[in-house]
């Protein structure tokens, strides 16, 4: 769309001008063939001979631009030159005062192929002429041979690369007869034509491939001559091959029933062979099952005593380390009044519905490790065992938190399945680790760690024990 609007708008413009009176534009040929990869002269003149030195010479294709060569203002202008000629042409000025002048293209490209208009153009008149450029290639010299023989005919081929346009082939007998073409085929590779071509021969004579440039007319050619004895002494060769081929099959064929027989011979033994080796492996695989079971017991059995190893040395580890804490309750500074604290602060009861009360420890912790042992005589609805600081305790807050000063862990049920049932009673021992931040519990028949938390610096003050009793909840501490 864009071209053919220049097209017009240079007409326009040119139309302006006063028509062509003062000199004529001549190709000096109206075809030029030029060879692939040379150089290709388009030439146009003056006539009358007219100085072109001051005038524009365009030379363009179906557009004034992009163009291919302009020649302006005494010299050449690339700057609208079309991208596939830069680089690549030359005008020849040497006789340019007498009106003649020649565009140069290098390295020619069957893009290059097709119509070009030599364009003149003075301060009071222009003109032009029409040129055409044809490329040609020619390609390497056939390369015959022979396909094959099939059915009394041999097949003979002829193979050549590198020619443009398409060229034209045939195969001619040494007789002067063109003998028909079984199948021909073109194929394209960088612009290039590969050709190859086929006969069927039946007869001896001398075949030559012609392939011909239909442009220049030039030609290649390559011969191959076929001898009339051949074909007899394929026929005799392949009566041969025939007779050859039959005996070979009746003796591959009495092998093979030999092969067969000894084949089925030989599969009964390997059944045979096979049926007891796998009874075998099935009673080595059954024994090894067994000791693999026996084994797996015994692994396991060793894993559960090490564990139970392992957590007794935790416990013992933490006892020695510890200064255990022989609780006394503060009846003085409960946390939540409602508390029934017995036997000289040793023993706690919760009997109030629908209210949880809290009680703290008399002794205060400041450095080092402690423990205590804490008896849960009942515990149906859980309680909270932990540490409190007395520099933050709030006793009119009713939930234990860091921020209220109390720093607890919640026994429930679901935590203490594996050592107690619900509701029988349970012996824990809790572990305090100031310089740790650390607080952890133990199952006290077990010797096993049930829970451990690392509460930081959120409690820095005096720390108490600290218990929370829910309904029917009762603890004591002998």
Known sequence: ???????????????QLPPAENFNVIAQEKLVTATLGKAAKLTCYLNPATSAEHMEVRWYRSVLRPYVHLYENGKSDYNEQMQEFHGRTELLMENIIKGNVTLIIHDVRPSDEGLYNCFFVSS???????????????GLEPLTHIENYHQGEIMVSCQSKGWYPEPEVMWRRSDGAIVP????????????FNIEASINVSSGFRFTCVITNTISNEVAQSSISISRNIFGTIQRSNTSRFVVLTASFVVTLIFLLVFVILFHSMEEKNNKEKELLRRMLQSIKEKNNKEKDQLTKEIYKMTKETRELKSDNEFLRRMLQSIKVDITLDTGYHVYNGLCISYGGKSVVQNLPNREFGVLGLQELTSGR??????????????????????????????????NGIYALWLWRGDFKYCKAPGDPLRIMVCLEIENRSISVFCGETKMLIHKRYFGECLRGRLCPFFRLSLGAEINFF
Request: glycine letters at 6%.
């Open 370 to 403: 402690h423990y205590w042992v804490v008896n849960i005589l009942r515990c149906w609805n859980g309680c909270i065992v932990g540490v409190a600081d007395k520099s933050k305790l709030n006793p009119h807050l009713h939930i234990p938190s860091p921020q």
């Open 181 to 192: 073409l079984l199948n021909s085929q073109a194929t394209v590779a960088n612009g290039l």
């Open 1 to 15: 769309m864009a071209t053919s609007l220049q097209l017009i708008v240079a007409l326009l413009l040119l139309n």
């Open 124 to 138: 009071s008149s222009y003109n032009g002429a029409e040129q055409e450029l044809k490329v040609k290639a020619i």
